[in-house]
């Protein structure tokens, strides 16, 4: 029987977020959608301006401009662009803006097709939404489609999916039956063309692992192969075996809200992940419930029963054991990670050296907005009770990382 339950990496989803992932992109015929407009439109307008007065911002954010793009849950990111949806009128609405908070265009769907993802197809990063295919009596088959990222164009799709997507990247499967229990067979989509690259309903001795822009994971026969996009040519393997792990149980956990990784959490238990270079198949940790990367510095910051700091070689470059009270990992960049408590505190250390880091003025007052991603150019996206907001560069924007 296979785990399908995966934790994800980064994850950071308020209340209203949980009500948008919970309605699956599944056919109903007693629900009613209203009308939408699935077509990707032109917008090139700035976002509008946050009402932040009740916020409380960290240092490095706390003087910029914050913009309200209308996210609900938390935006992905590739190549500088950032795409999430919000809900308006009752109609789910996609918004993709750039690094300085111009919104580049918008696309609807129904409130029951939420899940989407960003992948690359070796030439151009795509953003992957589903949908619902419409009859004349109720709406039918799932369906994938992929746009060019920047300009909304539709390269491919849409193509019929077993369901709603899943994750990580370009996987699709059934919902349980009765809203609990396993998955149904899972199908990875090649990024190219959208077409199956496996299909566990085809191959019962195939598991589908996940997709990482471009990069397709799944166990076969004792190994974990990785192919990459498109000429799926097959990039490295990892023994199932030697790790422990069951070949129809192993799983990824899903990235939500950062951009590319070099690596991936796989496992079989949520407390008990393997942090994978996805360009080697190296192993970088063993034992993770958490990991994220920050962009500034590519650290890798992996949290088990310590917190752990690894270079882009997998090297370690600090360990800190004081991690017994740190259960998730909310948000990274910015040289800085931001981890929960178990009392539900942001607790805040430096991704280089581990150490404790004063992020928020210690007299400040107001509500404390989160950053969940801070890119390498100093682009942020931050969490607050009703969604999430966006620091845009500007031309007093200290950019980290830029020329």
């Known amino acids: 029987m296979k785990n399908n339950t995966a934790p994800r990496i980064m994850i950071t989803a308020p209340a209203i977020a949980a009500l948008l992932a919970l309605a699956a ?3 109903d015929s007693e629900r009613q959608e209203p009308n939408y407009k699935p077509a990707p439109q032109t917008v090139e307008s700035q976002a509008p301006e946050a009402d932040d007065q009740d916020l409380r911002l960290p240092y490095q954010l706390e003087e910029l401009p914050l913009l309200d793009p209308g996210w609900a849950s938390p935006p992905q990111q590739a190549g500088g662009i950032y795409l999430a949806p919000g809900e308006t009128n009752g109609t789910l609405t996609f918004t993709a803006i750039d690094t300085d908070g111009t919104i580049l265009w918008q696309a609807e769907r129904p ?5 989407f993802t960003l992948t690359n197809d070796g030439t151009q990063d795509l953003a992957v939404l589903t949908d619902l295919e419409p009859d004349e009596d109720s709406f039918g088959a799932t369906t994938a489609t992929a746009y060019n990222l920047e300009t909304g164009e539709q390269v491919w799709g849409p193509v019929e999916v077993p369901g709603p997507h899943q994750g990580p990247g370009l996987v699709f499967a059934a919902p349980p039956e009765e809203h609990f229990g396993d998955l149904g067979p899972k199908v990875v989509l090649d990024p190219a063309t959208g ?3 496996y299909d566990e309903d085809a191959d019962s001795n195939t598991n589908v692992i996940g997709e990482y822009h471009g990069t397709v994971l799944v166990a076969e026969d004792e190994q974990i192969h990785a192919y990459s996009s498109p000429a799926q040519d097959l990039e490295w393997s990892l023994s199932l075996s030697d790790n422990g792990w069951p070949r129809d149980q192993v799983y990824g956990a899903d990235s939500t809200n950062s951009g590319f990784l070099t690596g991936a959490l796989i496992g079989v238990e949520a407390d008990n992940q393997t942090l994978v270079d996805l360009t080697t198949g190296e192993i970088i940790a063993n034992d ?14 992996a949290l088990g029963e310590d917190l752990a ?10 360990t800190n054991p004081d991690a017994e009270d740190l ?6 960049g910015g040289v800085m990670v931001y981890l929960r408590t178990s009392d539900g505190r942001i607790q805040v250390h430096n ?3 581990g150490d404790v880091a004063q992020a928020y003025d210690p007299e400040g007052q107001g509500i404390i907005a989160t950053p969940t991603y801070i890119s390498e150019v100093g682009a942020a ?4 009770t009703d969604g999430y907001l966006f620091t845009p560069i500007t031309e007093t924007t200290d950019e980290p990382g830029a020329e």
């Open 25 to 27: 992109c599944t056919s």
């Open 111 to 115: 409130l029951s097709c939420a899940g």
């Open 195 to 197: 077409e199956a690259l």
């Open 288 to 301: 993770l419930r958490d990991a994220a990367q920050d962009p500034t510095t590519g650290t890798w910051i």
């Open 309 to 318: 700091g690894y270079d882009e070689t997998g090297e370690q470059i600090f």
């Open 327 to 332: 259960q998730t990992i909310e948000g990274i």
């Open 351 to 353: 991704v280089v050296s």
């Open 381 to 384: 996206v931050v969490k607050y």
